[in-house]
């Protein structure tokens, strides 16, 4: 899923200067980091329960929500998106282990493909259900809105405006289907996010065998403790050079090979797998490059704190991804949202259930999800809350959902008509 494909209607918010909203969101997350770092008292019992990267998500939501600022109508997620994502990508990577996240095995894989069988599945699930429900729903055209939410939760914006052309979705219905889409699947990224945070009572439950990840987690802190230092200016100038830098060199690339590949023969449908996509290359090839760097001298950089400014990188995009999200649009067509979130609830349960059984660890199913509902903007989010070195596995699992979007979607629009038929 992709920034929102629809524009939402304007409001008046308290604060509508961008710079102001940035000082507030790092006031609001240097007192989130302050806080959790208390080693006692109430605070530490708070964020025992309360993962502090949820906080970051969930305060810019309500500032949203208060009409404090306003999230839609701002710029900050377009630019963090597009720089700061690509950025954290590059500096996450250096210090990664390829041959370690190779060896993690196919359970991601099958914890993905399970997550695109649920989004489906869920999709003619909720669709019944609310017909026995509430059956005013999913009256008239309903079922062509919901194949642009499938589009979006399997691949991604690409994917949602593709099926918006195939199923003739009419605009005012693409909107609320748009709402549906950003509340639903920003509740559902707290709902990883907060299970992240307990993920070894959670793999205790599934039974998982955790070595692989258990491995790399000690491999990259074996690494880190060897090549630790005190950084330095040079240093953290030198991290934000190869960070940016590898974005603007991204961006470069990009739009030229996009503008190249439009001109190629429209039967190829090349926009159905979002090769079309600029954002789509910017993030597929900052991982790139990231990798390929972590081959060389340049992931000494690690050892001078390279991944911990690629976090805050990220914890400034969860912010502004958190900002987008208005609690109060619930109110404007309930009965929507309820499906939306039987839906997902459909597409998490179906997780469960075989991670349990093939014994998976959380993390594949909160990135093998994430991947899915959230795509690249956030599955990295959602793995680097397990540990930073897992972040290119959600951007490679993300880019692999891109593919599968349309064909998903288009399976389970023609479920969706044979049902409302």
């Given at each position: 899923m992709s920034a929102p494909l629809a524009e939402a209607p304007a409001r008046a918010a308290l604060i509508g200067n961008d710079i102001v909203v940035l000082g507030v969101l790092a006031v609001v997350l240097g007192a989130i980091?302050?806080?959790?770092?208390?080693?006692s008292g109430f605070w530490a019992r708070f964020y025992a329960w309360v993962p502090a990267l949820l906080l970051c998500?969930?305060?810019?939501?309500?500032?949203?929500?208060?009409?404090?600022?306003?999230?839609?109508?701002?710029?900050?997620?377009?630019v963090a998106r597009d720089v700061l994502l690509p950025s954290a990508l590059v500096l996450l990577c250096i210090a990664i282990d390829l041959r370690a996240v190779?060896?993690?095995?196919?359970?991601?894989?099958?914890?993905?493909?399970?997550?695109?069988?649920?989004?489906?599945?869920?999709?003619?699930?909720?669709?019944?259900?609310?017909?026995?429900?509430?059956?005013?729903?999913v009256a008239g055209?309903?079922?062509?809105?919901?194949?642009?939410?499938?589009?979006?939760?399997i691949g991604g914006g690409a994917n949602q405006a593709a099926m918006k052309e195939v199923f003739?979705?009419?605009?005012?219905?693409?909107?609320?289907?748009?709402?549906?889409?950003?509340?639903?699947?920003?509740?559902w990224m707290a709902v990883l996010l907060f299970l992240a945070a307990r993920a070894p009572r959670v793999d205790a439950w599934l039974r998982a065998d955790t070595r692989a990840i258990d491995a790399l987690r000690q491999r990259m802190a074996d690494w880190q403790a060897a090549h630790a230092r005190v950084p330095g200016l040079p240093d953290l100038m030198l991290i934000l050079a190869v960070g940016l830098g590898a974005t603007g060199l991204a961006h470069a690339l990009a739009g030229p090979l996009v503008d190249w590949?439009?001109?190629?023969?429209?039967?190829?449908?090349?926009?159905?797998?979002?090769?079309t996509s600029g954002f789509f290359w910017i993030t597929l090839l900052?991982?790139?490059?990231?990798?390929?760097?972590?081959?060389?001298?340049?992931?000494?950089?690690?050892?001078a704190g390279a991944s911990r400014i690629g976090s805050a990188m990220l914890y400034l995009l969860v912010a502004t991804i958190g900002m987008q999200m208005d609690l109060g649009a619930l109110l404007e067509r309930p009965w929507l949202f309820a499906m939306g979130l039987i839906w997902i609830a459909v597409h998490g349960a179906l997780l469960l259930a075989v991670a349990r059984l093939i014994r998976a660890p959380l993390f594949f199913l909160a990135v093998g999800s994430q991947a899915n509902i959230g795509g690249a903007a956030s599955a990295p989010v959602v793995a680097s809350a397990f540990h930073p070195a897992l972040a290119p596995v959600g951007v490679l699992l993300a880019v692999?959902?891109?593919?599968?979007?349309?064909?998903?979607?288009?399976?389970?629009?023609?479920?969706?008509?044979?049902?409302?038929?």
């Open positions: 980091f302050w806080t959790a770092a208390r080693p998500y969930l305060v810019p939501a309500l500032l949203n929500s208060a009409g404090i600022i306003d999230g839609r109508g701002s710029a900050l997620y377009p190779l060896r993690l095995g196919p359970k991601a894989l099958v914890m993905f493909f399970t997550g695109t069988l649920g989004v489906m599945l869920g999709a003619v699930v909720a669709f019944l259900a609310m017909r026995a429900i509430h059956p005013q729903t055209d309903t079922w062509r809105g919901m194949t642009t939410v499938a589009g979006s939760w003739a979705v009419d605009p005012d219905l693409f909107g609320q289907f748009v709402a549906v889409d950003v509340l639903v699947a920003n509740v590949l439009k001109t190629l023969p429209a039967e190829w449908r090349l926009q159905d797998y979002s090769l900052a991982t790139t490059f990231g990798l390929l760097l972590s081959f060389t001298r340049a992931r000494a950089l690690e050892g692999l959902g891109y593919a599968l979007g349309t064909y998903g979607a288009y399976l389970t629009g023609l479920a969706l008509r044979a049902l409302a038929a």
